[in-house]
């Protein structure tokens, strides 16, 4: 590997949807520099810390059709029983739901939990309550994306936070999906349910870090079993 090369890859790419953020935030940082060097510091860090927020690493996911991978970036805020969203018509009552919360450092790129043909996509307008909270599954500004996988209907449910205001989608109804492929983004802080249909088996457990389209949070199959799980 040549020294480009290594120079290269320790850069991380970032996504073209914070494009328009970080020239803000380097414009208003030189505007600033006129007035206060201190000041142009501020701007400075805090342009870094935009382009940071916005990176779009790639991930190594496992491509198997038992697997479903996080959605997100984050720790794994919940866990268990709960009942989808009505608006994306996943009928028969509670399914088991895995919530990733983001905060402001997280990546907030998001990928598809489980392959399949995209048979819904719904946006809903909503609060803005603190995405760690149980009730803002219900409450807050969503976009729910159900996947016809090959173990059932899997849903992601994009949900906007406390300082997030705009959630990005970037799939329509009717395409196919990979599993890990990117689905969309939220800005800034936020959080991401996934509903899996019986028969999938968590293996996460709250307070878990999450890594988007690797970190594998639940199977199928007869052989899946929870895992015991410690915290030290």
Known sequence: MSLVDTIKNAFVPINREGYPFIAGFGAVAVVLGFFSTSLFWIGAILTAWCAYFFRDPERVTPVDDRLVVSPADGIVSAVGPA?????????????????????????HVNRAPARGRITAVEHRPGKFLNAELDKASAENERNGIVIDSPNGRVAAVQIAGLVARRIVCWVDSGNDIAIGERIGLIRFGSRVDVYLPAGAVAKVAVGQTAVAGETIIAEFGAHAASPLVRVS
């Open 83 to 107: 009942t989808p969203p009505r608006e994306l018509s996943l009928d028969g009552g509670e399914m088991t739901r895995i919530s990733v919360f983001m905060n402001v450092f997280s990546c």
